[in-house]
């Protein structure tokens, strides 16, 4: 069940823009940042790895845990004593690195007032209320359990519907016959609805009744057998599975209305672009276009 189809697109490119939207920021204050280490008298607290693993991203190489530990904790010494000595070298008195703390400055201001609006807005009360609507939209789906076994030609599916009809057991068949991925589980596939299969496979499936096992179906991946085990309607998620789903909605919502909002009020002017029309649409990307 999914909770975040209906977002405005054009809101939410907004609020991509900040890296860390709803994750707590480490607070200097709490006794839970402790001092990790020092560089020329600057300290370096357990919130500095997590912000510099951030930053770095992907271009950190794989390593173990403490590896990992020492090499965030040089890269910000080294961030430290290198900025220590632009300092000395005055170059924070350069536009172009005024331009750029200006930029960070704004980013960070935006990011904390977005994870502010999305905290506040993560209440029980909202949450259950979206909740309560997304079950009653949610139709009710079949599953089945179903188990199958995979092989390359008819004959071989024919052969092994045969020994069923002996009374060969279907999971041990499955495992010595079948080239699925899953022979060794006796062929289980689980509970799956209509939708998440290939047609040739779902319509025999869902037409078996439990116990029944299929005539051999041919599909793009080989020749199927298939026996039925279970079939039900899909189980509707609990609040509780789906509680972080429902946080992230009720947050990015709460975010993204605040953008639009401000955006409303906002002056903003295109300077790139000749003077047109007065039309408040075209300074706001979130307004709807006119037919």
Do not use: C
Not at 47 to 70: N, V, Y
């Amino acid at each position: 069940m999914s909770f975040t189809r209906s977002f405005d697109a054009r809101l939410l490119s907004a609020v991509a823009v900040a890296v860390f939207l709803i994750a707590p920021v480490g607070s200097r204050a709490q006794e839970s940042d402790p001092v990790v280490a020092r560089a020329n008298g600057v300290d370096i607290r357990q919130s500095d790895l997590k912000m510099a693993e951030d930053d770095i991203g992907t271009a950190m190489p794989q390593m173990g845990p403490d590896q990992k530990r020492d090499y965030l904790i040089t890269y910000l010494a080294d961030v430290i004593i290198l900025a220590q000595a632009a300092d000395q070298q005055q170059l924070a008195n350069r536009n172009e690195v005024k331009h750029r703390i200006e930029f960070e400055r704004h980013k960070a201001l935006m990011e904390a007032l977005l994870q502010d609006a999305g905290k506040a807005a993560m209440t029980d009360d909202a949450m259950h209320k979206i909740y309560d609507e997304a079950i009653k939209q949610t139709p009710n789906e079949e599953e089945v359990h179903a188990r199958h076994i995979l092989v390359a030609t008819e004959g071989e599916a024919k052969d092994i519907e045969a020994q069923l009809k002996k009374g060969a057991d279907f999971a041990t068949l499955a495992k010595e016959k079948s080239k699925d991925p899953g022979a060794a589980e006796g062929g289980d596939l689980g509970y799956f609805t209509k939708e998440q299969m290939v047609p040739e496979f779902a319509e025999a499936a869902f037409k078996l009744e439990k116990g029944q096992t299929s005539d051999p179906v041919k599909t793009q991946f080989g020749w199927h057998v298939i026996k039925i085990e279970d079939k039900r309607i899909k189980p509707t998620p609990t609040f509780d599975q789906v509680r972080g789903q429902l946080q992230n909605y009720v947050a990015r919502r709460a975010q993204a209305e605040l953008v639009d909002n401000l955006r409303k009020s906002a002056t903003i002017e295109r300077l790139d672009q000749p003077a047109g029309p007065s039309d408040s649409s075209a300074l706001n990307p979130a307004a709807p276009s006119k037919k």
